[in-house]
Every structure is written in C-alpha cells, then in structure tokens.
Nanobody
C-alpha cells in the first residue's frame, strides 16, 4: 500500500513557475514508477509526466515538454514536478500516481494522491 500526498500548488501569473512535490509513504517507494496527471474543469484527466523507478528516464506530454521537469529522490520518498513558463491552459488539479510496473501514459496507475490545485492567471 502506498499513500501519496501532493503539495506546492497555488496561484501564479502566466510565465511564472511552481514546483509540486509528492511525498509517498512506505519503504518500497523505489519500486514504483511515478506519474503526474492533471484534470481541468470539465475535462478528462490527462497524462503530464512520468519517471522510471531509478529516475534515469522521464517522459512528458507534448504540451509540457521543454517547460516541465519531473524528478525523484528515492531517499526522501518524494517526486517533484518543476513547472516553468506556466500558461493559463496549465490550470488544473495536479495528481501524482504510483504504478507497480513500467511507465505508461494512460491512467493505469495503482495509487493516486488527492491532488493539488494549480491556477495560472493571464
């Protein structure tokens, strides 16, 4: 069982930056592929980024490539999402998720956090 708690969301102006964190419980954190997803009002939840167990490889949605960076610290049981050059269309609730398996960009993850709101004003 893994429990995930996101933090770091907030209100930022377009062009600004935020760093989201996701703290995981348990001693097996390094066994999980981790992902970030987001859901805007009235829209389906969508893939944002993912990282392999070791942190050696990352994957991004085209809409955030070059602006967002995902990383993990297995010693701290934490993953991060550094978001730069934010746009109003990045406004959403951001969720982290854990998967006992290889990286996928679908919603097929085993554990989910409660989400953190990111609002980008124009």
């Amino acid at each position: 069982q893994v429990q995930l708690v996101e933090s770091g969301g907030g209100l930022v102006q377009a062009g600004g930056s935020l760093r989201l964190s996701c703290a995981a419980s348990g001693r097996t954190f390094s066994m999980y592929t981790m992902g970030w997803f987001r859901q805007a009002p009235g829209k389906a939840r969508e893939f944002v980024a993912a990282i392999t167990r070791s942190g050696g490889s990352t994957f991004y949605a085209d809409s955030v490539k070059g602006r967002f960076t995902m990383s993990r610290d297995n010693a701290k049981n934490t993953v991060y999402l550094q978001m730069n050059s934010l746009r109003p269309e990045d406004t959403a609730v951001y969720y982290c998720a854990a998967r006992n398996g290889a990286v996928v960009t679908t919603l097929n993850y085993d554990y989910w956090g409660q989400g953190t709101q990111v609002t980008v004003s124009s």
